[in-house]
T-cell receptor
Framework: AQTVTQSQPEMSVQEAETVTLSCTYDTSESDYYLFWYKQPPSRQMILVIRQEAYKQQNATENRFSVNFQKAAKSFSLKISDSQLGDAAMYFCAYDNRDDKIIFGKGTRLHILP | GAVVSQHPSWVICKSGTSVKIECRSLDFQATTMFWYRQFPKQSLMLMATSNEGSKATYEQGVEKDKFLINHASLTLSTLTVTSAHPEDSSFYIC??????????????FGPGTRLTVT
């Protein structure tokens, strides 16, 4: 069975600094998607970034980028120039196109002013 | 962008009554919708997968007679919590996946419904 592990329950970063959130997953599939979702205090799930497993190039969305290591089954999220609005729960998620997303337990990110 | 709405956003009901939560995809069609439950400071727990025109598939441990799911159209799925009890109090989130063939493969999430059973 597929699993997603986020080993950092909480992290803190100074405003304007860079932080990396870790995520590892386990699967025997070769074709899948990986996502990072942000859940702010409003609890609305917001897609931060998406990575297709067949793409070797790491996905980037403005200040957010990933380090996708397929062989190591690692999918970390880097947030550059951290802003107060980045404070939220971040969930790593795996989707093998079989209609079910598997979420990690989440990392709560605090931004220190 | 794709928008999913949920109604109501917050509901309080008395123990023993039933409550219905609606999930609508507003600007796209969704053959598959998902219902999640989230406890405070925890991750999302998938309850069931709902496919338009067919019976929902429930995750292990989820009582299908208690959590009734209906996916009557390509834009609407409903979750009915029957004979609600205080332990059913939680945050319920739905998501929708665009129909097959869409260029975008991801789920879009509703804003959630907070259920409080007194």
């Amino acid at each position: 069975a597929q699993t997603v592990t986020q080993s950092q329950p909480e992290m803190s970063v100074q405003e304007a600094e860079t932080v990396t959130l870790s995520c590892t997953y386990d699967t025997s599939e070769s074709d899948y998607y990986l996502f990072w979702y942000k859940q702010p205090p409003s609890r609305q799930m917001i897609l931060v970034i998406r990575q297709e497993a067949y793409k070797q190039q790491n996905a980037t969305e403005n200040r957010f980028s990933v380090n996708f290591q397929k062989a190591a089954k690692s999918f970390s999220l880097k947030i550059s120039d951290s802003q107060l609005g980045d404070a939220a729960m971040y969930f790593c998620a795996y989707d093998n196109r079989d209609d079910k997303i598997i979420f990690g337990k989440g990392t709560r990110l605090h931004i220190l002013p | 962008g794709a928008v999913v709405s949920q109604h109501p956003s917050w509901v309080i009901c008395k123990s023993g009554t039933s409550v219905k939560i609606e999930c609508r995809s507003l600007d796209f069609q969704a053959t598959t919708m998902f219902w999640y439950r989230q406890f405070p400071k925890q991750s999302l727990m998938l309850m069931a997968t709902s496919n338009e025109g067919s019976k929902a598939t429930y995750e292990q441990g989820v009582e299908k007679d208690k959590f009734l799911i209906n996916h009557a159209s390509l834009t609407l799925s409903t979750l009915t919590v029957t004979s609600a009890h205080p332990e059913d109090s939680s945050f319920y989130i739905c998501s929708a996946r665009p129909v097959a063939g869409s260029a975008i493969y991801e789920q879009y999430f509703g804003p959630g419904t907070r259920l409080t059973v007194t």
